[in-house]
C-alpha cells in the first residue's frame, strides 16, 4: 500500500519535492494510516508534514480520547499537530445549519486557516474507494449528472488551495489491516454506526442489500465514478473554451447569441449555463435541472423572443430577441450597470446653441451642430437627423420615455407610440428604459436616434438656421 500511495502520487503529481502538506487527522484508521505513509515519504521526498485535528465536541469522552491519540502519535512520529476544539451547538444554533454540514464548514474552514499559517500547498483528505461508492450511490439516490456520478476527486483546487485524496483507490479493510501491521492506533467512531446519518443507512443496509446481486457493486460505483470523473473532466474543459469563445462577460453580466448556445450539442448547452451561474452565485439550488432546461429551451428558435426568469439568489436570466443574459440583480443603486432594465427617468434641456451633452444614461451621447449658413443637411445613417432650426421651440429636451409617448413618423400619416416602435424594431426591452428621445419645447417628439424623426421642422433649402443631431449609442 505504501508502494501504491508513492505511485499514485507520483503518476497523478499530487505533491512535488520540498512541498508542505496539511493533513487531515481525525483519529480513525484511514487517516492514521495516511498519517503513517506520509511520514515514512516524507523524508525521501523532502516534504514537511503539519496534522490537524478537529476536537467537534458532539462526543464528549470518545472527542477526548480521539484527540489524545492523535497528540500521542504525532509527537511520537515526529509531526507537529494543530487542534482545534469547536463549540459547534452555538454555530448551529446561530446559522440554523444540522449537524453535518456545521461540522464540515468548520472542519475545512480550521484545515485552510492552518495551511496558510504554515504556508502549506496542499492539504491531504483520507477519503478512501468505500466512501467513494457511498458517495455515488448517494448522489445517484438524491438524483445526479455526471457530475455527481463522477463522486469525489483525486484533487481538486479550493480557495488557491490543492485538496488530495491519495487513498481514493484503496479499501477500508486494507486500511485497517494496514494500521494493524505497522503497529498505528487508532480510535473507531461511534456514531458511524447511527442509521439517522443518510450515510450510514447507505452502508449499512443498501450496500449490502445491493451486493447481493452483484458482489462487487461497490467495486463497480468506484469505477463508474473514475469513467464518469473523467469524462466530466473532459466535458468541462470543453465548456470552459465555449464560453472564453461565445459568452460577452461586462461586469456581473454574461450574454451569448441565441443561436450560439443552440448550436451547441445539448450536453454542452447545459454545462456553458451551469458555469454561468455558477460564476453568478456560489449557490448550488440554482443549478437545478428544471431551471437548467428552462432556460436553455428559451434560447431555441421557436421560444418567446422576449422572457425572463428570476433563477433564485438575485440571479436573473433574461432573452431579449437574440440575446441570452445572466445577470445578479443589483441590490446597490449605485450598482445599477449589472441589473439589466434599470427602471428610472432622466431630462435634459438643450438650449439653442447648445452644443454637446455627455454621459447620458445608458452610454448613450448626443451631439448638437448649429448652422447659420445653408450647409448640406443629408442624414447618412439613421443615427443622424436635421432640423429647420426656427421650426424648433426652445428649450429642447432629451428625456427616457414615458407611457404613452407618440411620434408623427415622417412619411406615415398619423402617429405611432414608441412601444411600438420598440417592438418593430426589436429594440432589447433592457434598452428600451433609457433610450433618449428628443424633444421640443412643447412636448413633440422630433427623432427617436437610430429609428425615425418626425414630420415637424423638417430641414428644407429655404432653411437659414440648420440643427444637426448625431447620436452615438453604448
Known amino acids: 500500500m505504501l508502494e501504491q500511495i508513492a505511485e499514485e ?45 478537529v476536537n467537534h465536541g458532539f462526543r464528549p469522552e470518545e472527542s477526548a480520547a480521539e484527540q489524545a491519540v492523535v497528540r500521542r502519535y504525532t509527537d511520537r512520529l515526529g509531526i507537529h499537530c494543530e487542534i482545534a476544539e469547536l463549540d459547534l451547538v452555538t454555530y448551529i444554533e446561530e446559522n440554523r445549519l444540522n449537524a453535518q454540514a456545521a461540522a464540515r464548514e468548520k472542519r475545512y474552514a480550521f484545515l485552510h486557516e492552518t495551511a496558510a499559517r504554515h504556508g502549506a500547498s496542499r492539504i491531504a483528505l483520507a477519503h478512501h474507494a468505500d466512501d467513494q461508492a457511498e458517495t455515488v450511490l448517494m448522489h445517484l439516490i438524491r438524483g445526479a449528472g455526471l457530475s455527481g456520478l463522477s463522486g469525489m476527486t483525486g484533487r481538486r483546487r479550493e480557495k488557491n488551495m490543492e485538496l488530495l485524496r491519495p487513498l481514493l483507490r484503496m479499501n477500508k479493510t486494507d486500511l485497517i489491516d494496514y494500521c494493524e501491521e505497522h503497529g498505528v492506533p487508532y480510535c473507531v467512531d461511534s456514531s458511524n454506526l447511527k442509521r439517522h446519518y443518510f450515510r450510514n443507512t447507505i452502508r449499512m443496509e443498501v450496500l449490502p442489500y445491493l451486493e447481493q446481486y452483484n458482489p462487487q457493486f461497490s467495486l463497480s460505483l468506484q469505477r463508474l465514478a473514475e ?34 448556445l443552440h448550436r451547441l450539442h445539448v450536453a454542452l448547452q447545459r454545462r456553458l449555463i451551469k458555469l454561468i451561474l455558477s460564476y453568478l452565485s456560489p449557490d448550488t439550488e440554482i443549478l437545478s435541472f428544471e431551471g437548467i432546461e428552462t432556460m436553455r429551451l428559451a434560447a431555441s428558435d421557436d421560444a418567446v423572443s422576449t422572457w425572463r426568469l428570476d433563477v433564485g439568489s438575485g440571479v436573473r436570466c433574461v432573452r431579449e430577441y437574440e440575446t441570452m443574459h445572466w445577470l445578479k440583480k443589483a441590490s446597490n443603486p449605485e450598482d445599477g450597470k449589472a441589473e439589466l432594465a434599470v427602471s428610472g427617468s432622466y431630462a435634459y434641456e438643450i438650449q439653442k446653441g447648445d452644443s454637446q451633452l455627455r454621459e447620458l444614461p445608458g452610454g448613450w451621447r448626443l451631439q448638437f451642430i448649429w448652422s447659420e449658413q445653408q450647409l448640406p443637411c443629408k442624414p447618412g445613417t439613421r443615427f443622424e437627423a436635421c432640423f429647420d432650426a426656427d421650426e424648433l421651440t426652445y428649450p429642447l429636451m432629451v428625456r427616457n420615455r414615458r407611457r404613452g409617448d407618440r411620434i408623427h413618423v415622417l412619411g406615415l400619416n398619423g402617429s405611432k407610440k414608441v412601444q411600438d416602435m420598440f417592438v418593430d424594431e426589436k429594440i432589447a426591452p433592457s434598452k428600451r428604459e433609457f433610450y433618449p428621445l428628443v424633444f421640443d419645447a412643447e412636448d413633440r417628439l422630433i427623432w427617436i436616434p437610430g429609428l425615425r424623426r418626425s414630420s415637424h421642422a423638417p430641414a428644407e433649402k429655404h432653411s437659414r438656421k440648420l440643427l444637426f443631431i448625431m447620436a452615438q449609442g453604448e
Open 9 to 53: 502520487a507520483a503518476r497523478e503529481k499530487l505533491w512535488d519535492a520540498g512541498d508542505t502538506i496539511v493533513i487531515a487527522v481525525s483519529g480513525g484508521p484511514d487517516s492514521m494510516a495516511l498519517l503513517h505513509m506520509l511520514s515514512i515519504l516524507a523524508r525521501p521526498q523532502r516534504l514537511t508534514l503539519v496534522a490537524a485535528h
Open 227 to 260: 469513467v464518469a470523473g473523467a469524462e466530466d473532466d473532459w466535458l468541462n474543459r470543453q465548456v470552459r473554451e465555449k464560453f472564453e469563445h461565445l459568452v460577452l462577460v461586462s461586469g456581473r453580466q454574461y450574454t451569448i447569441r441565441c443561436a450560439e
